[in-house]
């Protein structure tokens, strides 16, 4: 049984809504509903190297895709590929394959998804008061939105094509690998491994791609020297030690006051 096979949500909420019963166009909803977050989700496992591991855990289709956007800001584009031949001067000759992708419009999301699940709830007492509970216009709007879920649902491939940097984190040698693109618009990298989270400041140029760990700097106490120690493990109750004489010490915030000096006219 194809439960939460998105192709399958989709025939059964096109025969669904062609029945047309109020009992039917509300079982509608739930197959398109759980169409949507299929995609959503097929959409994510390409991203298993992108992504932590607790982003798997959140259901919100909606929220899947914000998070993607972090990571790849076309992640929504629709695109196309094509494979030819080669001559031998390396120009194409003969045309083998090609496909488009279709992605699933963000107003789908935004608006619609949990629009959708609002008839999959029984009318409040309000809503029973005031007859506001709008079956009698459901259908057609089931029916405006089959299109734009059918062009995602029915796509025959899948695909996460970009320009990326990679790395291996210092801290736990877990690969690290990052969109250009997104790099551009916030330079600033995470290690996936939920053990580690150690924080890169990535600088992107044409040539190369840099990562630097970012660290606090702070004199030993007790010897002088000068430590470094990684940004994310500046967490209360934190035990670090001294590189040069082994001493150590525990990271802890605290709160002070001040005397507030109020404006006086």
């Not at 949500?9 to 398109?32: M, S, V």
């Not at 008839?119 to 029916?143: E, F, G, R, V």
């Not at 899948?158 to 736990?172: D, L, Q, R, S, T």
């Not at 053990?195 to 044409?206: G, H, S, T």
Request: net charge neutral; charged share 25%; aromatic share 12%.
């Amino acid at each position: 049984m194809y439960y939460f096979d998105r192709n399958e949500n989709l025939k059964r909420a096109q025969n669904l809504i062609e029945k047309g019963t109020p009992d039917a166009l509300r079982y509608a909803c739930l197959e398109l509903r759980f169409c949507i977050e299929s995609i959503c989700y097929e959409k994510l496992k390409l991203y298993e190297k992108h992504v932590p591991k607790k982003v798997y855990e959140t259901w919100q289709p909606k929220k899947v895709i914000e998070i993607l956007q972090e990571y790849d800001p076309y992640v929504l584009e629709d695109y196309e590929i094509s494979f030819w031949s080669e001559k031998p001067d390396g120009t194409p000759d003969k045309f083998i394959l090609g496909e488009k992708h279709t992605n699933l419009r963000f107003g789908i999301l935004k608006k619609h998804y949990y629009k959708l699940g609002n008839y999959l709830h029984a009318p409040t007492l309000s809503q029973q008061i005031n007859d506001l509970t709008c079956k009698q216009d459901l259908k057609p709007y089931l029916q405006s939105m089959l299109p734009d879920i059918s062009a995602a649902a029915l796509n025959t491939f899948n695909g996460n094509i970009a320009m990326v940097a990679h790395f291996n984190c210092k801290e736990c040698g877990h690969y690290i690998v990052r969109n250009i693109e997104s790099l551009k618009k916030n330079p600033v990298a995470v290690c996936i491994n939920e053990n580690c989270n150690a924080e890169y400041d990535v600088i992107v140029n044409e040539e190369n791609t840099s990562w630097k760990l970012r660290e606090l700097d702070y004199d030993c106490p007790n010897c002088k020297k000068k430590n470094y120690l990684g940004a994310h493990h500046l967490k209360d109750g934190q035990v670090i030690k001294c590189f040069s004489c082994s001493t150590r010490y525990v990271l802890f915030r605290y709160w002070h006051i001040k005397e507030l000096i109020e404006n006086k006219t």
